[in-house]
């Protein structure tokens, strides 16, 4: 029998209010653990009035396999600006810390229910979590640098499930690791046509490019000495940035590009955004870096 409230208490956090300071715990950890849908909506929205009560429903019929959190966007206008929401409603989900799919507008109830039985299918059921035990352990051997042993135990992953997103961007993260940038493109270009557009593997997608362009950068401190003889050289800039990220100073990568766009975005043919988007898409999506980044770059988009 339940408790008295325990139904309340299960269905709030099921479905919350979200806000700024509370968007890590309530999306970005939890759903490291169960797939988390975000709606971003606003008092005066028309169309959000019809999609709320039809999301909440809807996850309310899935029984706990996707949360729900609800942000207003007059309130809250960080994470909002920091994932580009343009317009209201606008739905995003998520799945281990990062954005996987998402839509704008209201939708006929019928679509509402197939995204969300869409995005509760991701976490899976409790015959994954062997394959997801070996997926957790395989990134902790690549943390800890043992890049062939991961390899090694990505490999046996998808030997078991060939579809599985996160053990084949764990298996061309090794090959990263292990410098053998030939082999990671390998991996990745044979992925099956049904992941290949996952967000996973669109990440080590670009660090594949920025491993290319690695392999090219110049010598950081004769780039920096030309940077400061010459400011204005946004090409040399560029240079310093292309190996400021080569040599792991991400964050000044990122300032050096910032810089090429407060000065102009269009240089290039807008190549310093472009570059800013490689790196962001590159890393974790609540990376420190990238947040830090994004809201740099919105801020100098609508200055």
């Not at 909506?41 to 909440?56: F, H, R, Y």
């Amino acid at each position: 029998m339940l408790e008295l409230g325990a139904g309340q208490n299960a269905a709030a956090d099921l479905i919350k209010d979200g806000t700024d300071g509370s968007f890590g715990p309530d999306v970005i950890e939890a759903s490291k653990s169960v797939p988390v849908i975000v709606d971003f909506w606003a008092k005066w929205c028309g169309p959000c009035k019809t999609l709320g009560p039809a999301i909440e429903a809807a996850v309310t019929k899935a029984g706990g396999r996707v949360k729900l959190v609800k942000i207003d966007v007059d309130a809250n206008q960080i994470y909002a600006g920091q994932l580009q929401v343009q317009s209201i409603p606008t739905v995003y989900a998520f799945w281990q810390g990062q954005p996987v799919d998402g839509f704008q507008g209201a939708l006929p109830p019928s679509e509402i229910n197939a995204f969300v039985e869409k995005i509760a299918a991701l976490g899976g059921d409790a015959e994954d979590d062997g394959l997801s035990a070996a997926i957790e352990a395989a990134d902790q051997m690549l943390a800890e640098g043992a890049a062939a042993d991961a390899a090694e135990t990505f490999a046996a992953i998808l030997q078991e499930d060939p579809n599985n997103a996160a053990a084949y961007a764990g298996l061309v993260r090794s090959y990263l690791a292990l410098d053998d940038v030939d082999q990671a493109e390998a991996i990745l270009n044979g992925a099956p046509a049904e992941i290949s557009t996952d967000p996973l593997l669109e990440a080590v997608h670009a660090q594949i490019t920025l491993a290319r362009e690695a392999a090219n950068a110049g010598p950081v401190a004769e780039l920096q000495e030309k940077v400061t003889a010459e400011p204005d050289n946004l090409q040399t800039r560029f240079d310093l940035a292309v190996a400021l990220h080569a040599n792991g100073k991400v964050e000044d990568a990122v300032s050096e590009l910032l810089e090429i766009f407060r000065r102009d975005r269009e240089w290039n043919e807008g190549a310093a955004k472009t570059q800013l988007f490689k790196i962001f898409d590159a890393r974790e999506a609540n990376d420190p870096i990238v947040l830090n980044g994004r809201r740099k770059l919105s801020s100098l988009i609508f200055a």
